[in-house]
């Protein structure tokens, strides 16, 4: 196979050359590009990497692609919602997820930002056209998952990958595999345990190579209460690596549901929580903890499905830590904000700018939870929030009337979920149903009308 130009000065580390190497193979996948690294400075302070790709003309070299009918080839079997554009943006930014250390992260932003840009000349949709969405609907104009399409897959090579950060929705976790969605795109990959691209395609393609390479949960047998973990805005489910191991040895199957928080709706990420609950295998139980945004999202999947159907799973309990319950004071301060919505995305804005049209949406959980806030012990409060506060949800925003047990923990906001306190009080809650004893319960009742 011919390989694409590489017009560009020598790299002088050892790194760069075997990143170079990698970004030529990845690119190459697909179509003929001539992609040039411009410019390397190599520096006291920074390392900086300017990659240019260009699209030349029509494919000179093809592949036949797992999953291919014989005699057809990449190009045409690419899964029909990616277009030209779409397919280098895909790549582009695989490549900026694959480069690791901290000198690398400007150049991660630089060229996510580019792989952002050609998506959306491709036509994709976009967090501005999810903002005038109204509360309950679902920004996403991607079809549902479908089974029972035609698996159309693409040529894959196994490697490693960062597991899904702001851009990757999960919609079939089993025994630490699972299938997402990119949220930019509309395709999806297939991760195993140690979030190696195992392949990736539509939909049907990934659901049917995880039956052939991961046919079971291996803890469906023996563990059958399942407690899945809905982390905040702007996080991943990484910030569950300090809790999710007490949970496994206190006997739970843990599930890590991990979400694109920035890149769509509570309509959205309820959808895809919807899709995992289904898909889990030999549960008889399930609990929630969720972090901030995640509460919101069990309770907007909630309200969609208040009524249990015959073979789901009961609903045992929920932790509610930091939750935006009664909205976000902070967010509706950046009403208007178009930075806050870049940032924040679609569910951020309806924290602020359309909070009205989804609160009324969003189910009291009718089985036991427990809240906890944040900011006890903290030196320093946020002055833009009225009382007391975690630095971004005030404690009167927590509270959810219904809950049966209450605590105010020493924690910041972002960083609950790794916290001692929290993690020892989410423990004995999801045991017990109360944070400590049943005589020291807190319960937030429901106001009484005069």
């Given at each position: 196979?011919?390989?694409?130009?590489?017009?560009?000065?020598?790299?002088?580390?050892?790194?760069?050359?075997?990143?170079?190497?990698?970004?030529?193979?990845?690119?190459?996948?697909?179509?003929?590009?001539?992609?040039?690294?411009?410019?390397?400075?190599?520096?006291?302070?920074?390392?900086?990497?300017?990659?240019?790709?260009?699209?030349?003309?029509?494919?000179?070299?093809?592949?036949?692609?797992?999953?291919?009918?014989?005699?057809?080839?990449?190009?045409?079997?690419?899964?029909?919602?990616?277009?030209?554009?779409?397919?280098?943006?895909?790549?582009?930014?695989?490549?900026?997820?694959?480069?690791?250390?901290?000198?690398?992260?400007?150049?991660?932003?630089?060229?996510?930002?580019?792989?952002?840009?050609?998506?959306?000349?491709?036509?994709?949709?976009?967090?501005?056209?999810?903002?005038?969405?109204?509360?309950?609907?679902?920004?996403?104009?991607?079809?549902?998952?479908?089974?029972?399409?035609?698996?159309?897959?693409?040529?894959?090579?196994?490697?490693?990958?960062?597991?899904?950060?702001?851009?990757?929705?999960?919609?079939?976790?089993?025994?630490?595999?699972?299938?997402?969605?990119?949220?930019?795109?509309?395709?999806?990959?297939?991760?195993?345990?140690?979030?190696?691209?195992?392949?990736w395609g539509n939909y049907a393609f990934c659901l049917r190579e995880l039956d052939r390479l991961m046919p079971t949960d291996p803890q469906a047998a023996d563990r059958r209460h399942v407690v899945v973990l809905l982390h905040?805005?702007?996080?991943?489910?990484?910030?569950?690596?300090?809790?999710?191991?007490?949970?496994?040895?206190?006997?739970?199957?843990?599930?890590?549901?991990?979400?694109?928080?920035?890149?769509?709706?509570?309509?959205?990420?309820?959808?895809?929580?919807?899709?995992?609950?289904?898909?889990?295998?030999?549960?008889?139980?399930?609990?929630?903890?969720?972090?901030?945004?995640?509460?919101?999202?069990?309770?907007?999947?909630?309200?969609?499905?208040?009524?249990?159907?015959?073979?789901?799973?009961?609903?045992?309990?929920?932790?509610?830590?930091?939750?935006p319950n009664l909205g976000a004071q902070m967010a509706r301060r950046m009403k208007g904000s178009r930075l806050f919505g870049l940032v924040a995305g679609a569910a951020g804005e309806q924290l602020s700018d359309r909070w009205?049209?989804?609160?009324?949406?969003?189910?009291?959980?009718?089985?036991?939870?427990?809240?906890?806030?944040?900011?006890?012990?903290?030196?320093?409060?946020?002055?833009?929030?009225?009382?007391?506060?975690?630095?971004?949800?005030?404690?009167?925003?927590?509270?959810?009337?219904?809950?049966?047990?209450?605590?105010?923990?020493?924690?910041?906001?972002?960083?609950?979920?790794?916290?001692?306190?929290?993690?020892?009080?989410?423990?004995?809650?999801?045991?017990?149903?109360?944070?400590?004893?049943?005589?020291?319960?807190?319960?937030?009742?429901?106001?009484?009308?005069?």
């Open positions: 196979m011919a390989k694409p130009s590489l017009g560009m000065p020598p790299i002088r580390t050892a790194d760069g050359c075997v990143k170079r190497l990698r970004t030529a193979q990845r690119l190459e996948w697909h179509t003929t590009f001539r992609h040039d690294v411009c410019k390397v400075l190599v520096g006291r302070k920074r390392h900086l990497v300017t990659a240019i790709v260009q699209l030349e003309g029509e494919p000179e070299h093809r592949k036949h692609v797992s999953g291919a009918p014989e005699g057809r080839t990449d190009e045409s079997h690419r899964p029909q919602f990616l277009g030209r554009k779409g397919t280098i943006a895909v790549e582009v930014y695989e490549m900026a997820n694959h480069m690791t250390g901290l000198w690398i992260a400007f150049v991660h932003g630089a060229v996510a930002i580019f792989a952002t840009v050609l998506i959306a000349c491709a036509g994709t949709a976009s967090a501005g056209e999810a903002a005038d969405s109204p509360g309950t609907a679902r920004a996403s104009n991607y079809p549902d998952p479908d089974p029972t399409e035609k698996p159309e897959g693409s040529f894959n090579i196994p490697r490693d990958t960062t597991g899904g950060t702001q851009f990757w929705t999960d919609f079939v976790i089993r025994g630490g595999w699972r299938i997402q969605r990119n949220e930019m795109t509309g395709h999806y990959r297939l991760l195993d345990e140690k979030n190696i691209r195992q392949g905040g805005l702007g996080r991943s489910r990484t910030c569950w690596d300090a809790l999710a191991p007490r949970l496994e040895r206190d006997g739970y199957r843990v599930v890590p549901f991990g979400y694109a928080s920035t890149r769509g709706t509570l309509s959205d990420h309820a959808f895809a929580l919807d899709h995992v609950l289904r898909h889990l295998e030999r549960c008889e139980r399930v609990s929630f903890v969720g972090h901030s945004l995640g509460n919101l999202v069990v309770r907007r999947s909630l309200d969609e499905h208040s009524a249990l159907l015959p073979g789901e799973p009961k609903r045992e309990r929920m932790v509610m830590l930091g939750p009205r049209d989804v609160e009324p949406h969003l189910a009291t959980p009718d089985f036991e939870f427990g809240v906890l806030a944040g900011g006890a012990d903290l030196a320093v409060t946020n002055p833009l929030i009225d009382g007391e506060n975690d630095l971004i949800v005030s404690v009167e925003e927590t509270r959810l009337p219904g809950a049966s047990d209450f605590r105010h923990v020493g924690a910041g906001h972002t960083f609950m979920p790794e916290n001692d306190e929290v993690i020892i009080l989410t423990l004995h809650f999801l045991k017990t149903g109360c944070f400590e004893t049943p005589e020291l319960r807190q319960p937030i009742e429901a106001p009484v009308d005069p």
